[in-house]
C-alpha cells in the first residue's frame, strides 16, 4: 500500500476527501468549531510542500436534493485559507466543466475547494460515472475523512478504483485514526478497559458484544445502565429503559461471566424527579431508585469504583457520557471519568476516546490534550469496532 510519507507529490494534482462538515453560525455562516479543517492541514501541507497541488472535496450538512445556500462550503473558504496560510481557490461545482477548468488551471503549490460533494444526489449513491468525474480531476487520490469511511459513497469508496494502487493513499489524519484503533483493538496491552456510556443500549449492543471478546473491564454508564438494572430486577424509577433489550443486556451479563470479563455498572446515581436541571436531586442505589425519580448522573460511589479500574488499565476505550453532561447539575461523573482517564494515560496507559458526545464532553471539560487520541469518526469509529471492514479504507487498501 503506498504511503503518503513515501510518496513525492512534485508536479501531481492529488485531490483529497477531506471532512469539512464543520458547525456553522446559523445566522452568519461562521465557523464555530474548526477542528475537522485543523485536522486536514498536515496532509495538504505535505502535499503543497513537495511541490504537488491539491483539490479537497467534503460534504457540508444534509442538502436535500441539490444546491442549498446554508449548506454552500464557500462559507469555509476565508477561514480555512487563514488556517492553511494560502489562499484556497472555490469553485461552485464539484463536477461539470466549471470543475475541470478549475483543476485544470492549478498550478503546482495551489489549493482549489470544490463546492458540496453532496449538492449531487449521485455522490450517496455511490454513483460510478460521478465518482469518475472527480477522479480525472486529477493524478492522485487521499483520503483523509475518517467520519466517513463507513460509507460507500463516491468520494470516500468508488472513486478509489479510477486510481492504481500506487496513485491512492491515506491522508495522515486517517492513518493515525486507523492506527489508534489498532493499538486498542489488535495490538492491545491488557489490562483493556473499555468505556461505555449514552442513552441506548441499542446503539451500543454491537460494539459491546465485540468487547466482551477483547476487553478485560467492561464499565457501562449513563442512560443505557438502567436497561442492565432493570435486566437484573431492579426498581429504575423513571430511567431510561429499553424493554426490548432487556434479553440483550442479560445475554450480554452471561457472557461476561463465561468469558471471566469484568462488568462494571453504576452502583449509585444521582437521580431527580425531572428531566432538567433544577428539579428535586438525590443519591440512591441505581437498583432502588424512587417511582417518580430517574437516575440522570452516575453516583460518587460509581466514580470511586470506576476511577480505581480505568487507573489500573493500560489500555482506554471511552465512548459515551456517564450522565446527561450538558446539565451542569449532571456533568459530573462524565468530568470525574474524563480526570480518570487523562490521569491514567499520564501513568502511561493508551486511551482513545471516540464518539460524538464523549468527544465533545472531553473537549468542553479541557482534557481533550490529556489523553492519547481522541477520534473524529463517531459512527466509523464504532463500526470498525465492531468489526466491520469500513469501504473506505478497504478501497484503498485492496485494489
Ligand atoms: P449517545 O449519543 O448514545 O452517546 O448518548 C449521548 C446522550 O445520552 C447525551 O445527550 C446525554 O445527555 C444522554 N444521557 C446520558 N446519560 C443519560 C441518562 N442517565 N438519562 C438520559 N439521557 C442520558
Not at 107 to 127: A, I, Q, T, W, Y
Not at 241 to 256: F, G, H, P, S, V
Not at 340 to 365: E, I, K, M, R
Request: aromatic fraction near 8%; charged fraction near 25%; charge should be negative.
Amino acid at each position: 500500500m503506498t504511503t503518503i510519507d513515501s510518496f513525492i507529490f512534485s508536479g501531481k494534482k492529488a485531490i483529497i476527501r477531506v471532512d469539512f462538515n464543520v458547525p456553522l453560525d446559523k445566522k452568519t455562516f461562521e465557523i464555530t468549531d474548526d477542528s475537522r479543517i485543523r485536522a486536514s492541514l498536515k496532509t495538504i501541507s505535505k502535499i503543497l510542500n513537495d511541490g504537488g497541488s491539491v483539490i479537497l472535496m467534503s460534504h457540508l450538512g444534509r442538502p436535500k436534493t441539490g444546491p442549498e445556500e446554508k449548506y454552500s462550503l464557500k462559507h469555509i473558504v476565508a477561514h480555512a485559507s487563514k488556517l492553511l496560510g494560502r489562499e484556497i481557490k472555490f469553485v461552485n461545482d464539484c463536477i461539470g466543466e466549471v470543475a475541470k477548468q478549475a483543476a485544470a488551471n492549478l498550478k503546482s503549490g495551489e489549493v482549489l475547494l470544490l463546492e458540496n460533494l453532496r449538492f449531487h444526489p449521485e455522490e450517496e449513491k455511490g454513483d460510478e460515472n460521478f465518482a469518475k468525474e472527480l477522479a480525472l480531476l486529477a493524478d492522485v487520490y487521499l483520503n483523509d475523512a475518517f467520519g466517513t469511511a463507513h460509507r460507500a459513497h463516491a468520494s470516500t469508496t468508488i472513486i478509489a478504483n479510477y486510481f492504481s494502487k500506487e496513485n491512492k493513499m491515506f491522508g495522515y489524519l486517517m492513518a493515525s485514526e486507523i492506527a489508534s484503533a489498532d493499538k486498542v483493538m489488535k495490538n492491545t496491552q491488557h489490562p483493556f478497559t473499555a468505556i461505555i456510556g449514552g442513552a441506548k443500549v441499542s446503539d451500543k449492543i454491537l460494539i459491546l458484544e465485540k468487547l466482551v471478546d477483547i476487553a478485560d473491564n467492561i464499565i457501562v454508564g449513563g442512560g443505557m445502565s438502567y436497561t442492565f438494572f432493570k435486566a437484573m430486577g431492579g426498581n429504575i424509577g423513571n430511567s431510561l429503559c429499553e424493554n426490548d433489550r432487556i434479553d440483550n443486556a442479560i445475554k450480554l451479563l452471561e457472557k461476561a461471566k463465561q468469558k471471566n470479563v469484568k462488568f462494571l455498572l453504576p452502583a449509585d446515581s444521582m437521580t431527580s424527579d425531572v428531566f432538567g436541571n433544577d428539579g428535586n436531586r438525590k443519591t440512591a442505589d441505581s437498583k432502588n431508585i424512587e417511582t417518580g425519580f430517574m437516575g440522570l448522573d452516575i453516583g460518587p460511589k460509581a466514580v470511586e469504583e470506576f476511577t480505581q479500574t480505568i487507573m489500573n488499565s493500560k489500555t482506554i476505550l471511552w465512548n459515551g457520557p456517564m450522565g446527561v453532561f450538558e446539565m451542569s447539575n449532571f456533568r459530573n461523573g462524565t468530568v470525574k471519568i474524563a480526570e480518570a482517564v487523562a490521569n491514567a494515560t499520564q501513568q502511561g496507559a493508551y486511551s482513545l476516546v471516540g464518539g460524538g458526545d464523549s468527544v465533545a464532553a472531553v473537549n468542553q471539560f479541557g482534557f481533550a490534550d490529556k489523553v492519547s487520541y481522541v477520534s473524529t469518526g463517531g459512527g466509523a469509529l464504532l463500526e470498525y469496532f465492531e468489526g466491520k471492514e469500513l469501504p473506505g479504507v478497504a478501497a484503498i487498501m485492496h485494489d
